[in-house]
Structures are given as C-alpha cells and as structure tokens.
C-alpha cells in the first residue's frame, strides 16, 4: 500500500488537485493511519505485503487456527464453509463452491484471511503466516504441489480455474425485456396443479414462543424448593448475569445449560473445578489434551489465566479466540458457568 | 358473493355477504351480545403505570409473538447468520426497528461513537478522517428506502421449503433514514478522475467490504445515521451506515468505517465467492447488484391463517422494486388463472415498499393466493419456472419468482408451487 499512496500523493502535488467546493470538514488522514486500516488487496496484487510462506507452514497454521471449523482437509465441519475439492461440479444437482472450484481470484483468499480470520480473532495472523496458509490451501485444492512457496513475488502469477467463468450481471439483455410484458389477466391456464408442498419439506423452525411458553410454565414444577447442599457454591446472582452477556463471545462455539452438545468447542456444563479435557466425545487439540493428562484442573485461577490468553496458556489449544481482556469479565463468565455445575 | 376477483364486487353485495357470513357462522372474535368482554375489566378500575415506568417504550406484552425469528439450520452459528422481519404481523410500509431482520458476518458490533472514525482514503485529493461529530455538520436528507438481502427467499429455488411469509420473504426492512448524501463526503476529499469505484468498509470483525461504481456512490447513495427518526441499532451499523438504495442489502455497508476510491473493483469474498449468481451452464453472473421486483402477501400466509371463516376478508402484502416504484400490484386467488388488481395504498416512494389490499369475500371454499408486481419501469414480476428457466435453481440469490399460498377451507394456509 504505502507505494500506491506515495505514488498517488505524487501524482496528486503534480497534477494540483482540481479545487472543489467543500465544507472544510473532518481533517487529513495521515499515511500511518491510511497504513493501518487499508489493507485490502486486489488481484492485480496491490496492497500485497512483503512476506512469503510454504504449504509445509501453512499446513501446521492451517491445523492450529482454521481446521477446527473447516476440517483438517478443508471439507468443513457442520456448516462452516467447505474450502477445498469440488471442482467440476458446478453444473451438478448440488454444487460444491470452493477456493479451487469457484472463486475468481487468490488476492480475495489473501484478503478475507487477513481481515476476518481466525473467525472470532481476526487480524491476528501476520503476512508470512497468511501466505502459508494460502499456499496450503492452493495445496489441498491441487492448484500447486507440496514444495510450493508463496510469495508476494509470485503471488499474481497463480491463476484460479474458475476465474474465467464470470461475467457482469446481463439482465438488462437477457430477463428485463422478456419480463416486462403486459401479463394475462383472465382464463391465463386451463387448470392449476399444486407441484410442492413446504409441508412436506417440513424444515420450518418450530413456533419458538409456544415452545418458551410451554417450558416457562413447567418450570415451577421442574424446580423444587432451593435446598441448601453443603457442595452447592454460592453465587452471585448480578455478576452471574454479566457473565451471561460475557459469555456470547463463547457462544459461536461453546454451548452451556439443558441440552448442550459438543459443537466447535466442549460442553461447559460443570466445568468448574472439573479436570481439563475430560467432556466426552469431544476431541481435543493434543497440547490440551497433554495438559490434561498432566492433572490440569478447570479452578478458577487456571481458568481465568486460559481465559485470558488461550494461546499463551495452553500452546496448541484449538481454541481460536484472542481472550478476554478484563479480569472483571473473566470473573463474570466463570460465575455464570458456575450456575451450570452438574 | 363473487370468489372471481377478475369479476370485481360492490359495496351492497360485500355487505350483503358479510352479513350472510355473520348469520352463518359466529366464530371467536366477531362481536356477539352477551360478551363477556362487557364488563368492568380490572384496567377500567385500576391505575396503570405512571409516565416514569418506561422511559423507552416497549410494545404491549399481548404482541410478544411479534419479534424477529432465524431458521437455526441454515447456518453454522448465530453470530455470523441471518433473522427475519416478521412481514405477517406488520401493516403499512415501515418496518419498526427493533423488528428490521439482521445479517451479520462477524455478530453485532458494539461501536463508541466517540471511538469511531470514518477515513477516506485511495485515488482523492485529500485523504480526509472524520468523527461523527464532523458527519452530523453536512447537509443531510431523508429518504424511505428498503434493504433486501440479496439471498431473500434464496431457500424456495427448488422448490417450496419454509412455511411462513417471515422466512420466505423475511430479509427485508423498510425504513425512513436520515443521512449525509456520499456524494458530499466524497467530495470533500476530492475525487481524482480515474476514481471509478469505491470501497466501503466495516469497522465489524468481519470487516466487510464491497465494490461500488463511483456513479452510484455520487447518484443516491447516503451515509446513515438514523433510521425512522432515532440512532441506527447496533444491528444495523450503529453510528453509521451505507445505504445503497435499491441495491442488495450487503452493499449497505454497515459500522461503516472506511471508503477507498479505486480505479477498478477489488473482487472481495462477498463480490466472487458469495452474491455471485451460479446458472445452470456452471457460470456465474457477478455484480449483480440491482433488485428485481417482487412482492408477498403477507395476510393470510402460513403463520397468519384466516381465522374468522368465510365472509369479508381483508388481503394485505408488500411490493418493492429496486429500479423504482410501484404503481400495480396484480392478486390472483385461484393460482393464477385470473387476476384483478389490488388497491395501493399508503406512500409511493422510490425504491422503497409498497403496501396492497385486496379486500374481497371469502366464500370458504380453498384459495390459492399469488401477488405479482409491476413496477415504474414497466418490469412485471415473473412466475418462479420463468426464473428457473433462465437460471436454473442453484443461483442462491435473486429469487423474485411469484409467491402461491395454498389456503385450505378453514383457513390455514401453506406454502406451495403449482402449476
């Protein structure tokens, strides 16, 4: 970027700037701030960092940062985004878009990764790291062989195969005329068939009020009286409640309460002063696991020292998310998951 | 009574029917003598909250089934996912604001005004930061305009799927907002002559991104801050936002934090990957930017049914168009064999929706109910095989096919495609 804006700041004290009518509002931008925030790229490579980075790297990033919700091979979990393989089925019942079979260009590769992931933790990876992911993942759609290394050298020198099946939106020719015919108004068919049914289909969310109403009504039930167990923690209701709002930075992966399952994350219900890596069916990155073994126990000071820098804590976690940053909020979610104990 | 709208009906006749309905059939909610209704209810007697109990409004609890609803299977979690805007519980053309269907890439972003800058910046004069103390000095204007995913009713290509005008047709909001036109923003920095596109940004963790040609940034683009009179919701970019009108809702660039003036598009993720229109032959249209016409009724519909049996009944639904107004909505109740034309009423603005009445006598036999749009530029919406002819069913996006529900004789409606 900084070439781009030094020859544009250039071309602009030579070519003195046409003069406009403005108000004189807002102020310049400086070429540090401009530095910080614009960092996209475009195909023909601008706005590329200097870096570079092998498949061999990116396999090992790609594990530790991306494969625990598009899978190790990029086929995705659930339903993240698949990112490698089915090439050639665009024109099949069920298409499958990815990197190798769809998009247009790698710069948008590049792009995305370095302004939106990890999901949960973006801008966070530096440009060595991202043009070896990119690379691994050129690798897993077989664009490039294992020895490969990208670089901002070579980056614009890889083509996409799909790139050459998009075209600009033609409506104009191809729909508007058609469509903009006076339409029948009476006697248009003989008869009228129904064809489908979203009965039938039958995947509408249930009502989901009646479903609250039914379980709020049998909750004075399901609750007996508060019986005072000498193992029960006490907790604090209010910092309990902050914790619920903390805790949606955990809810894209985690899931807590009746019914919770093992998503992108582990369960947390009882997590407290529960041992590490012990929610079953789940699997564990193997630094995790490792620690585990080791007697890591989920008290509140280990807890809240992952909670404040996973990666640091346990190196090799899975677990894709920066941290929270105030001990307030650590507190917060730890009580909240207290409220959960089994 | 007349169950043909192409034959039309008078006002004695649409009396004359009701009280043949009312004679016949006394259901619940149609007055009738000894109602218990009348009496002294505890609110006729009782004092209600005084003027210090809300100092933010909220709607009665009798309406807490009015809210927004998401479709959990569609996507991997809720934070980068879709709600949508309960169409079958609104009347009129503004969609309220706690009620406006959100798509978020990243969740919501809680954004400090304070702490909130917007940069322009690439092929300008002046690359130029403004607080939003600075946005709130330009000359502003306001304008109704809808937003529609560009993936509205996207799930219905192959085929009728989800019951209910909220998940088929849901992605929409329409709402009045006040804004800085961009063209003055633009301008402020100076746009160099080989400045043909702009790049908005959002300040999200997603940090979404779209390519805009420079000749809709300086026609009728605005930088939002309010929408129907008060702040943005943080849901829809609070403190500022793009607003694209008639083009597809992810263009409306939310918590919107930067634009770069560039000389060509920048082909991000959701420009090649993502709103790119895949046809049958394996190609793809992309920029497809504009929205077709289309319309829904949204009264009956599957989670609106008609509960008061036969007699009067009042269809209601929606129009919008993305090139303009909409001056003709057609109605057909027998599944497009013949159609008559609704009443339009309410406001007519630009690119915003529209609102339609179909008043008629239901005479309680099974109804097959489809709406079709025309719009200012002489457009007609088409059937959905019309689009598939064209398309195929895996473009995802665009889908502005001619909605049928299927009303059965007591008045439970369903989501259907016929012939």
């Known amino acids: ?342 | 009574m007349t169950d043909s709208p192409s034959q039309g009906h008078s006002r004695r006749k649409f009396l004359k029917g009701a009280a043949l309905a009312g004679a016949g059939a006394a259901t619940a909610g149609m007055a009738r003598a000894n109602d218990p209704a009348i009496s002294v209810q505890p609110w006729m007697q009782e004092l209600g909250d005084g003027v210090d109990a809300a100092p933010y409004g909220s709607p009665s609890p009798f309406e807490a089934d009015v809210k927004r609803r998401n479709v959990e299977w569609l996507t991997a979690d809720p934070v980068s996912s879709v709600n949508f805007t309960p169409l079958h519980d609104l009347d009129g053309i503004i969609t309220p604001n706690g009620l406006c269907f959100e798509r978020h890439h990243g969740g919501v972003a809680q954004v400090d005004p304070a702490e909130h800058r917007l940069m322009i910046n690439g092929l300008v004069d002046r690359p130029l930061v403004f607080t939003m103390e600075d946005l709130k000095r330009f000359p502003r204007e306001n304008h109704v305009y809808f937003l529609e995913c560009a993936a509205n009713s996207g799930m219905e290509w192959r085929g009728a799927q989800l019951n209910g005008c909220q998940f088929t047709h849901g992605m929409i909001h329409n709402v009045m907002y006040t804004g800085v036109p961009l063209r003055l923003i633009l301008q402020e920095a100076g746009i160099k002559t080989s400045g043909k596109w702009i790049l908005p940004e959002g300040a999200d963790a997603s940090g979404m991104t779209r390519s805009i040609p420079m000749e809709k940034a300086l026609d009728d683009c605005l930088v939002a801050l309010k929408m129907n009179g008060e702040a943005l919701r943080p849901e829809q970019g609070y403190p500022v936002r793009l607003v694209v009108p008639g083009w597809e809702g992810n263009m409306w660039v939310k918590w919107l934090r930067r634009i770069e003036v560039g000389d060509q598009p920048w082909h991000h993720r959701e420009e090649t990957s993502k709103y790119t229109d895949l046809l049958a032959d394996g190609q793809a249209r992309r920029f497809t930017w504009e929205m077709d016409a289309k319309s829904v009724i949204t009264n009956p519909s599957p989670q609106a049914p008609l509960t008061h049996g036969p007699g009067p009944t009042v269809l209601t639904g929606v129009a919008w168009s993305g090139r303009g107004t909409i001056p003709r909505v057609d109605v057909s109740i027998d599944g497009g064999k013949s159609w008559a034309e609704a009443r339009m009423d309410g406001p007519s603005f630009d690119k915003s929706m529209h609102r339609f009445y179909y008043d008629f006598n239901w005479d309680g036999r099974p109804l097959l109910l489809q709406s079709r749009a025309h719009d200012s530029t002489g457009y007609v919406q088409p059937t959905k095989d019309q689009l598939r002819e064209i398309r195929g069913v895996n473009s995802i996006y665009h889908n502005n096919g001619i909605q049928t529900w299927a009303v059965d004789e007591k008045g439970n409606a369903e989501n259907v495609e016929v012939s």
């Not at chain 1, 994350?265 to 995790?288: C, D, F, M, Q, T």
């Not at chain 1, 000071?301 to 001990?327: E, I, Q």
Request: with cysteine; hydrophobic share 40%; proline share 7%.
């Open chain 1, 1 to 342: 970027m900084s070439r781009f804006l030094e020859l544009t700041l250039a071309a602009s004290l030579i070519a003195a700037p046409a003069v406009s009518e403005g108000l004189g509002l807002g102020r310049e931008a400086t070429p540090d701030e401009i530095a910080i925030w614009d960092i996209d790229i475009r195909p023909d490579g601008t706005g590329l960092p200097e870096g570079s980075g092998d498949v061999f790297t990116g396999e090992e990033i790609y594990v530790e940062n991306c494969a625990v919700c598009h899978g190790d091979f990029g086929e995705a979990v659930g339903r993240w985004p698949v990112l490698a393989g089915g090439r050639d089925s665009l024109t099949d019942e069920r298409p499958v878009k990815t990197i190798g079979s769809y998009w247009p260009y790698l710069s948008t590769v590049y792009d995305y990764i370095n302004r939106a992931m990890p999901f949960g933790n973006a801008q966070s990876l530096e440009p060595d790291q991202i043009y070896a992911i990119t690379a691994y993942l050129l690798y897993m759609n077989d664009i490039v062989d294992d020895d490969f290394e990208l670089s901002h050298e070579n980056f614009t020198e890889v083509e996409l195969p799909n790139a050459p099946n998009f075209y600009p939106d033609d409506r104009v020719e191809t729909e508007l005329a058609a469509f903009s015919v006076e339409p029948c108004m009476s006697d248009c068919k003989p008869s009228v068939e129904i064809t489908a049914r979203a009965a039938i289909v039958d995947v509408t969310p249930e009502e989901t009020a009646a479903k609250a109403e039914s379980m709020a009504a049998a909750e004075p039930e399901a609750a007996p009286e508060p019986e005072p167990t000498p193992a029960a923690p006490v907790i604090d209701a209010e910092l309990a409640l902050a914790g619920e709002k903390v805790f949606r930075k955990c809810k894209s992966c985690h899931q807590v309460g009746e019914g919770a399952k093992n998503k992108t994350g582990p369960l947390l219900n009882g997590i407290i002063n529960h041992a590490a890596g012990a929610v079953e069916g789940y699997k564990y990155s193997k630094a995790l696991a490792e620690q585990a073994s080791a007697g890591l126990v989920w008290d509140e000071a280990t807890l809240a020292a992952f909670l404040a820098n996973p990666k640091a804590t346990v190196s090799g976690t899975k677990m894709s998310f920066r941290g929270l940053k105030s001990d307030e909020d650590i507190a917060a979610v730890t009580e909240y998951l207290k409220t959960f104990a089994e």
